[in-house]
């Protein structure tokens, strides 16, 4: 039986050159998880070969402006992370970005740790925004993509319609929402987050970062498509901030 999977994403101004943010990035995770080390590489063919020299490696590969998959050499655990480069075209405001990924196991280890991976992953990269997901979310949000103008004004779970990323105008917008969110202090104020008086809620399940931007929790345990407390959960804080997704300016 496959082991279900938490994934993280991020979404950060694209590499330029060796600017240290993926050994940054990296580090972050394995402190997050004591005892993590993502010391292989994957290849092409899917092959694991050890990195006795990973962070002088994972340097020259920033260098060429490319952030390898890398993983913890454990088929039986598997922690993977690597970055995907999307072109200026499809990117909020014509900006190329780079998009941080990994996938851990969706385990009680990890779940306590995940507000911390996040923070590590997302501040590593100086990234505007991110998320955490269970694995699955992909199929919801595309759900949510709006197709046409004259397309439904709800998914079919009822959740709001989303403009496709090359619609927005702004990198620092989120697109969607996860189980854990992270909005840099460029996104929080995008959105208009917080308010005091409006998200009394949503401050009792938030913090801080190092760099002033946010970390937010919309349910206790991770995201449930299938439970109607978790959609009612969502679908709240798509109302309170109708900037996600670009659906208007707050």
Same mark, same amino acid.
């Given at each position: ?17 060796? @600017? ?31 990195? =006795? ?19 913890? $050499?454990?088929?039986?655990? =598997? ?7 999307? #072109? ?7 900006? =190329?970005?780079? @998009?941080?990924?990994? @996938? ?33 979310? $992909? ?12 397309? #439904?004004?709800?998914?079919?779970? $009822? !959740?709001?319609?989303?403009? #496709? ?19 840099? &202090? ?8 917080? @308010? ?5 809620? !949503? ?12 970390? &937010? ?10 439970? #109607? ?12 901030? =109708? ?8």
């Amino acid at each position: 039986m496959m082991q279900a999977r938490l994934h993280v994403a991020v979404y950060a101004p694209a590499l330029v050159g060796d @600017d240290g943010r993926t050994l940054v990035v990296v580090h972050g995770v394995e402190r997050a998880l004591p005892g993590l080390r993502l010391e292989w590489e994957v290849d092409k063919r899917g092959r694991l070969i050890k990195l =006795p020299q990973r962070d002088a490696w994972l340097t020259e590969a920033a260098a060429r402006g490319v952030f390898p998959l890398l993983c913890n $050499g454990d088929e039986r655990y =598997p922690v993977t992370i690597t970055g995907l480069k999307t #072109p200026a075209s499809q990117a909020p405001g014509g900006q =190329p970005l780079l @998009d941080v990924h990994a @996938d851990l196991p969706l385990d009680a280890k990890v779940i306590a740790a995940a507000s911390s991976v996040l923070e590590g992953v997302a501040e590593g990269a100086s990234a505007f925004w991110g998320h955490v997901s269970p694995e699955g979310y $992909g199929s919801e949000v595309a759900q949510q993509i709006r197709r046409s103008p004259r397309g #439904p004004e709800r998914s079919p779970r $009822g !959740l709001p319609m989303l403009e #496709p990323p090359e619609n927005i105008s702004s990198p620092e917008i989120p697109h969607w929402l996860g189980w854990l969110n992270y909005w840099s &202090v460029a996104a929080a104020q995008a959105i208009g987050f917080p @308010d005091p008086a409006r998200d009394v809620d !949503l401050l009792s399940r938030s913090r801080r970062t190092a760099t002033g931007g946010w970390v &937010v929790q919309l349910t206790d345990a991770p995201l449930d498509y299938d439970n #109607p407390a978790h959609l009612d959960a969502l679908g709240r804080v798509y109302e309170r901030f =109708p900037a996600i997704g670009a659906r208007s300016v707050p």
